[in-house]
């Protein structure tokens, strides 16, 4: 078996080779991390003046804080950065122990703990009143708010955190995982990659994608943002009236969805794709044994395209002729449609 550093560079190579339709699909998954990660970052520093998942931020909100020594918000602040850490360690510890067996870290713990960290972020809220607006004895009052929206009253949003540091693992830890929570890194890819397709002449599509999927990661994070602002206008004015409000929760419903999905469509595709690679070097070796007349239907053909079907299913078929028109050109057949033609 292979060490795993090159089993990784052994995926991001087959994550790579993927047809651009599976690709499309990726994209649009992480383009969906993007858009969540925005609207949740939003939504927390508009009730906190710090970020969910921007770390460099929220080291420079902890850096001024100690400069002042602000005691409650210097500690609810570490607090967020330490348990974006401590999530991320526990994750990457268990990767490692199973490293074989990625989905099994992902479903057993991963996707549970994503979830019961928005539930608890939620609970905690409403235990505490955080963020509300009344007093003891019932009545609204603007100072009241302001006092329980600082300070200890924020420590509701620790798991939010936990749960940052456990997906941002996930994706960077995964083949095709690339951070999708902060953008300064893809603004810059696509200028670039438009900058060596006109001077060094370079016509790879691969290389443009690359940039086109961050500009679609930068500019849905963005949307997210714009959404975000405009929720936290209603979710101000669900805890300043002291209601139940499972934002956090949904979102990390949201999370783990998304997760699941990256995951499940990656490695299904992936298979697919060695699968069909496989198939496709050994019927070159049958093809170059049993090389057939040039002009004579080619038994060899019907035989491995139905295996090839069953392997990788009906889903692929597209690929499946694809390949089989490839292979067919030796023996002088060619596929059209899934019906072998002689030339």
Same mark, same amino acid.
């Given at each position: 078996?292979?060490?795993?550093?090159?089993?990784?560079?052994?995926?991001?190579?087959?994550?790579?080779?993927?047809?651009?339709?599976?690709?499309?699909?990726?994209?649009?998954?992480?383009?969906?991390?993007?858009?969540?990660?925005?609207?949740?970052?939003?939504?927390?520093?508009?009730?906190?003046?710090?970020?969910?998942?921007?770390?460099?931020? %929220?080291?420079?909100?902890?850096?001024?804080?100690?400069?002042?020594?602000?005691?409650?918000?210097?500690?609810?602040?570490?607090?967020?950065?330490?348990?974006?850490?401590?999530?991320?360690?526990?994750?990457? *510890?268990?990767?490692?122990?199973?490293?074989?067996?990625?989905?099994?870290?992902?479903?057993?713990? *991963?996707?549970?703990?994503?979830?019961?960290?928005?539930?608890?972020?939620?609970?905690?809220?409403?235990?505490?009143?955080?963020?509300?607006?009344?007093?003891?004895?019932?009545?609204?009052?603007?100072?009241?708010?302001?006092?329980?929206?600082?300070?200890?009253?924020?420590?509701?949003? *620790?798991?939010?955190?936990?749960?940052?540091?456990?997906?941002?693992?996930?994706?960077? &830890?995964?083949?095709?995982?690339?951070?999708?929570?902060?953008?300064?890194?893809?603004?810059?890819?696509?200028?670039?990659?438009?900058?060596?397709?006109?001077?060094?002449?370079?016509?790879?599509?691969?290389?443009?994608?690359?940039?086109?999927?961050?500009?679609?990661?930068?500019?849905?994070?963005?949307?997210?943002?714009?959404?975000?602002?405009?929720?936290?206008?209603?979710?101000?004015?669900?805890?300043?009236?002291?209601?139940?409000?499972?934002?956090?929760?949904?979102?990390?419903?949201?999370?783990?969805?998304?997760?699941?999905?990256?995951?499940?469509?990656?490695?299904?595709?992936?298979?697919?794709?060695?699968?069909?690679? %496989?198939?496709?070097?050994?019927?070159?070796?049958?093809?170059?044994?049993?090389? %057939?007349?040039?002009?004579?239907?080619? %038994?060899?053909?019907?035989?491995?395209?139905?295996?090839?079907?069953? &392997?990788?299913?009906?889903?692929?078929?597209?690929?499946?002729?694809?390949?089989?028109?490839?292979?067919?050109?030796?023996?002088?057949?060619?596929?059209?449609?899934?019906?072998?033609?002689?030339?």
């Amino acid at each position: 078996m292979l060490p795993t550093h090159q089993q990784q560079s052994a995926r991001k190579t087959l994550v790579a080779a993927l047809p651009s339709q599976e690709k499309s699909v990726l994209c649009a998954i992480k383009c969906g991390f993007a858009f969540s990660w925005g609207l949740a970052n939003a939504i927390v520093y508009l009730l906190t003046s710090r970020f969910s998942t921007l770390m460099t931020g %929220n080291v420079l909100v902890l850096a001024i804080e100690t400069r002042h020594w602000a005691g409650e918000d210097l500690r609810f602040t570490a607090s967020l950065i330490t348990l974006y850490v401590l999530g991320g360690a526990v994750y990457d *510890a268990l990767s490692i122990k199973f490293e074989h067996d990625g989905g099994r870290v992902l479903r057993v713990f *991963a996707l549970p703990t994503i979830v019961l960290m928005g539930v608890i972020a939620d609970v905690m809220q409403f235990a505490m009143g955080s963020c509300s607006s009344m007093s003891s004895s019932g009545s609204d009052t603007g100072e009241e708010y302001e006092e329980k929206c600082s300070g200890k009253y924020l420590s509701f949003l *620790a798991p939010i955190g936990f749960l940052t540091g456990i997906v941002t693992s996930y994706l960077s &830890a995964h083949p095709d995982g690339i951070i999708v929570n902060m953008v300064t890194g893809h603004m810059k890819v696509l200028p670039k990659s438009l900058l060596v397709r006109i001077i060094e002449g370079n016509k790879s599509s691969s290389n443009l994608r690359k940039g086109f999927t961050s500009a679609g990661v930068t500019t849905t994070f963005f949307l997210g943002c714009v959404a975000g602002s405009f929720l936290f206008e209603f979710v101000r004015t669900s805890y300043s009236k002291g209601y139940f409000t499972p934002i956090f929760t949904i979102f990390s419903l949201i999370m783990a969805t998304l997760c699941f999905l990256h995951y499940t469509f990656c490695d299904q595709f992936c298979f697919n794709y060695e699968v069909e690679q %496989n198939m496709m070097e050994e019927m070159r070796k049958n093809m170059m044994i049993n090389r %057939n007349p040039r002009g004579r239907k080619s %038994n060899i053909v019907d035989e491995y395209r139905k295996s090839l079907l069953a &392997a990788i299913g009906e889903v692929n078929e597209r690929n499946s002729i694809r390949v089989l028109s490839e292979l067919s050109e030796p023996t002088g057949v060619k596929v059209k449609g899934g019906e072998e033609q002689p030339e």
